[in-house]
């Protein structure tokens, strides 16, 4: 391990390493003792040459070191084993009953770069560092030995790639998707596997959370299949369906408004602009045998809301709903946009209050790390303000367990969310 290129930081800048962020940037290095080969480990030290960790290199990164470690550590089969082992030990203490969950949440789990989602029994790999990828199949072998997976597939089509010189990489990294229950199947098709260039089959399989089924594309479903962070908020938001009328917008697979309808919702209408979202939240309402209870629109969410809020000089929009959530994508990207961002959020809080009954509950939630909660929140009460509404909070929501935050590293911290009643 002394044999590891040391890169040295300037004056001040490892007390935010030695905190427990892991991330280095070129202005923060005051020099390297030797050229370090990208993707290759590093040994990190303050300018007075006090070991602070050990990490991946990557000089075309703006992040140029990843540190794994405040120790000296090898980078080996025995370590994703431990780190992996150590992470799923979290999610079984956190969710026990779930079969479906993050096992490892990048910088959350102190392996920056990398993210493991387990769909039942098929595993899926997202990598966005070099150093992790280069270690692919280390990763992939670790995997092997504490799951026991019947497939490992990989979804490394992040943006992020791009920034640390990596192409696109998607496929089945072992076993295979094909023995999959074939009532859980509703399409195959084929797309190329990056390890061998050879066509690998993709199936939909059915994802279970909290006893509903899910129907999932693990290769073109968002994320790396679908929202798991929101696992444990489908089933908070439900206490506040019963008997309701219940309005879910940007439902994509109908997580929240299937949670809603088996808690007994009157009724429950899934809004979501994509045709196949809306096709297969058709299908797991049927599946769950909760189809008589649910309407779907495929429609973009902000021209629904706008046209039925829409009304002659003079009339007043009637309110209709019990029960409205609030899940859209992020509307932000980058700082820069952010004030793009809260004009789109205030937008749809104008339009979603005019539609809720006094007593009822707005369920809302913002998956952007650019918007804290605190601004998130004055957003919906500046709608609430100007629709002369008063609101009263009655839940606060984050993301779920198996998306460990670290305050010391901000960007951990993305998903908020409120429950809301409205009071007059």
């Known amino acids: 391990m002394d044999s590891l290129p040391t890169v040295l930081l300037k004056p001040g800048e490892a007390d935010r390493i030695i905190a427990g962020h892991p991330w280095i940037y070129h202005g923060e290095i005051l020099r390297a003792?030797?050229?370090?080969?990208?993707?290759?480990?590093?040994?990190v030290k303050d300018h007075r040459q006090r070991l602070i960790g050990t990490g991946f290199f990557n000089s075309k990164s703006k992040i140029v070191v990843r540190v794994l470690s405040p120790d000296r550590v090898e980078?080996?089969?025995?370590?994703?084993?431990?780190?992996?082992?150590?992470?799923?030990?979290?999610?079984?203490?956190h969710l026990p009953g779930a079969t479906s969950f993050r096992v490892v949440n990048a910088e959350s789990d102190f392996l920056s770069g990398l993210i493991i989602d387990k769909y039942e029994d098929v595993l899926v790999v997202q990598i966005s560092s070099l150093g992790m990828d280069q270690r692919k199949l280390l990763i992939v072998a670790a995997l092997q030995k504490i799951f026991s997976p019947r497939a490992i597939l990989e979804?490394?089509?992040?943006?992020?790639?791009?920034?640390?010189?990596?192409?696109?990489?998607?496929?089945?990294?072992?076993?295979?998707?094909?023995?999959?229950?074939?009532?859980?199947?509703?399409?195959?098709?084929h797309v190329a596997s990056s390890e061998s260039g050879e066509a690998s089959p993709q199936s939909k399989i059915v994802v279970n959370l909290n006893g509903l089924k899910f129907e999932t594309d693990?290769?073109?479903?968002?994320?790396?299949?679908?929202?798991?962070?929101?696992?444990?908020?489908?089933?908070?938001?439900?206490?506040?369906?019963?008997?309701?009328?219940?309005?879910?917008?940007?439902?994509?697979?109908?997580?929240?408004?299937?949670?809603?309808?088996?808690?007994?919702?009157?009724?429950?209408?899934?809004?979501?602009?994509?045709?196949?979202?809306?096709?297969?939240?058709?299908?797991?309402?049927?599946?769950?045998?909760?189809?008589?209870?649910?309407?779907?629109?495929?429609?973009?969410?902000?021209?629904?809301?706008?046209?039925?809020?829409?009304?002659?000089?003079?009339?007043?929009?009637?309110?209709?709903?019990?029960?409205?959530?609030?899940?859209?994508?992020?509307?932000?990207?980058?700082?820069?946009?952010?004030?793009?961002?809260?004009?789109?959020?205030?937008?749809?809080?104008?339009?979603?209050?005019?539609?809720?009954?006094?007593?009822?509950?707005?369920?809302?939630?913002?998956?952007?790390?650019?918007?804290?909660?605190?601004?998130?929140?004055?957003?919906?009460?500046?709608?609430?303000?100007?629709?002369?509404?008063?609101?009263?909070?009655?839940?606060?929501?984050a993301q779920g367990p198996d998306h460990p935050v670290i305050p010391m590293i901000p960007e951990t911290e993305y998903l908020k969310g409120f429950a809301f009643e409205l009071v007059r």
Request: net charge neutral.
């Open 75 to 93: 980078v080996d089969d025995k370590f994703f084993e431990e780190r992996i082992r150590a992470a799923l030990a979290v999610r079984q203490r």
């Open 218 to 397: 693990l290769v073109g479903g968002h994320k790396t299949g679908l929202y798991l962070d929101q696992q444990a908020n489908y089933q908070a938001v439900s206490q506040f369906a019963n008997g309701a009328q219940v309005l879910d917008c940007f439902s994509f697979l109908g997580g929240f408004g299937l949670h809603a309808a088996r808690a007994g919702a009157a009724h429950v209408h899934l809004l979501d602009q994509s045709v196949d979202a809306v096709e297969a939240s058709k299908r797991n309402a049927a599946a769950n045998g909760l189809a008589e209870k649910c309407s779907f629109e495929a429609i973009n969410v902000f021209d629904w809301l706008k046209a039925q809020t829409a009304v002659k000089p003079h009339e007043k929009v009637i309110p209709r709903f019990d029960l409205i959530i609030l899940d859209p994508p992020s509307f932000t990207r980058n700082r820069a946009s952010v004030p793009d961002a809260l004009r789109g959020y205030k937008e749809i809080h104008l339009r979603a209050l005019k539609l809720l009954k006094p007593g009822g509950t707005l369920a809302t939630f913002c998956c952007s790390h650019h918007v804290d909660a605190g601004l998130f929140q004055d957003t919906v009460l500046s709608a609430a303000f100007d629709t002369r509404h008063v609101l009263r909070r009655v839940a606060t929501y």
């Open 155 to 189: 979804r490394s089509d992040t943006a992020s790639r791009k920034f640390e010189s990596l192409a696109e990489a998607n496929g089945v990294l072992s076993g295979s998707l094909e023995c999959a229950d074939m009532s859980a199947l509703s399409s195959t098709r």
């Open 33 to 43: 003792t030797q050229p370090p080969a990208d993707g290759g480990l590093v040994q």
